[in-house]
């Protein structure tokens, strides 16, 4: 754990008026499908400011990583011969700051700084669709519009290779982290 996780965690009881064990509990009797659905939740129903919020929810989730696995190895049922994309992508994205929280979902995988910056979705049998948050960086050939990711991400690449996960991609996905700040 993070110097700076672990102070925000020890400051929590002073700065929300509970543990991160007290929590964890209000927050275990709850049915949220999205991750913002849980932040939103505590910002305005017992007012917590947004990043204590977040690391909140996130570690709620972390309690249960088995779940989590859960919901990473059924996005690539049938599309087994993408999982090594992933794999390779994980470590680059996490190797970008001790910041950088993985939280997967039924469909995808959000990778987020303070706010989402990756997003890792097995599209198709063959394809792995990353969406990126690059906020005025043009398209181009290869980094295209976010077309089904919508306002969830401005740009998407789409990967059939691990060959395809090259410095031109981390580049963009490091940048992506960069503005996420």
Same mark, same amino acid.
């Given at each position: 754990?993070?110097?700076?996780?672990?102070?925000?965690?020890?400051?929590?009881?002073?700065?929300?008026?509970?543990?991160?064990?007290?929590?964890?509990?209000?927050?275990?009797?709850?049915?949220?499908?999205?991750?913002?659905?849980?932040?939103?939740?505590?910002?305005?129903?017992?007012?917590?400011?947004?990043?204590?919020?977040?690391?909140?929810?996130?570690?709620?989730?972390?309690?249960?990583?088995?779940?989590?696995?859960?919901?990473?190895?059924?996005?690539?049922?049938?599309?087994?011969?993408?999982?090594?994309?992933?794999?390779?992508? %994980?470590?680059?994205?996490?190797? #970008? @700051?001790?910041?950088? $929280?993985?939280?997967?979902?039924?469909? *995808? =995988?959000?990778?987020?700084?303070?706010?989402?910056?990756?997003?890792?979705?097995?599209?198709?049998?063959?394809?792995?669709?990353?969406?990126?948050?690059?906020?005025?960086?043009?398209?181009?050939?290869? %980094?295209?519009?976010?077309?089904? #990711? @919508?306002?969830?991400? $401005?740009?998407?690449?789409?990967?059939? *290779? =691990?060959?395809?996960?090259?410095?031109?991609?981390?580049?963009?996905?490091?940048?992506?982290?960069?503005?996420?700040?």
């Amino acid at each position: 754990m993070s110097d700076a996780l672990q102070t925000m965690i020890n400051n929590m009881p002073e700065k929300t008026g509970k543990s991160l064990e007290e929590w964890k509990k209000i927050l275990k009797g709850k049915a949220f499908t999205k991750h913002s659905e849980g932040v939103n939740f505590l910002k305005k129903e017992h007012g917590v400011t947004h990043g204590f919020a977040n690391t909140i929810v996130t570690l709620s989730k972390e309690e249960n990583n088995s779940s989590d696995e859960d919901l990473v190895t059924n996005q690539y049922k049938g599309k087994e011969s993408l999982f090594p994309i992933y794999e390779k992508l %994980l470590p680059i994205v996490k190797g #970008f @700051g001790n910041d950088v $929280t993985v939280t997967p979902k039924k469909g *995808s =995988v959000s990778i987020i700084r303070k706010r989402q910056f990756v997003l890792i979705k097995p599209a198709t049998k063959t394809r792995i669709d990353l969406g990126l948050k690059l906020p005025n960086k043009p398209t181009t050939d290869r %980094l295209g519009d976010s077309g089904p #990711f @919508g306002t969830m991400c $401005t740009h998407r690449v789409q990967l059939t *290779s =691990v060959d395809n996960v090259d410095n031109e991609l981390i580049s963009w996905m490091q940048e992506a982290y960069n503005l996420a700040d």
